[in-house]
């Protein structure tokens, strides 16, 4: 079974950086599209950015210029590098990949446990 797991989440002041990361924990035979995802309390879980097997970009606009989101297939991690953070940005952030665990499966959306991000004005 995949699991995601997540790391980098924290505490930091407005205007500050974090990076989270996210693996998975075992061998695979491919994955598609990776990307971030955020909710807040009270609120819906909302897309941040994706990123395509490509090396496509997409980004929610609250984040454009500010998140950056990349891959390494070799290690099967993703990233989202955040800098500029805003007290709107608190949320817990989760990780999603479109993974593909054998050649004869068909892909599959796996999800990380969530990492905690909080930004104090």
């Known amino acids: 079974q995949v699991q995601l797991v997540e790391s980098g989440g924290g505490l930091v002041q407005a205007g500050g950086s974090l990076r989270l990361s996210c693996a998975a924990s075992v061998s695979i035979f491919s994955i598609n599209t990776m990307g971030w995802y955020r909710q807040a309390p009270g609120k819906q879980r909302e897309s941040v950015a994706v990123?395509?097997?490509?090396?496509?970009?997409n980004y929610a606009d609250s984040v454009k210029g500010r998140f950056t989101i990349s891959r390494d297939n070799a290690k099967k991690t993703v990233y989202l590098q955040m800098n500029s953070l805003k007290p709107e940005d608190t949320a817990v952030y989760y990780c999603e990949s479109d993974i593909r665990m054998f050649v004869t499966s068909p892909f599959r959306d796996y999800w990380g446990q969530g990492t905690q991000v909080t930004v104090s004005s």
């Open positions: 990123i395509t097997s490509g090396g496509s970009t």
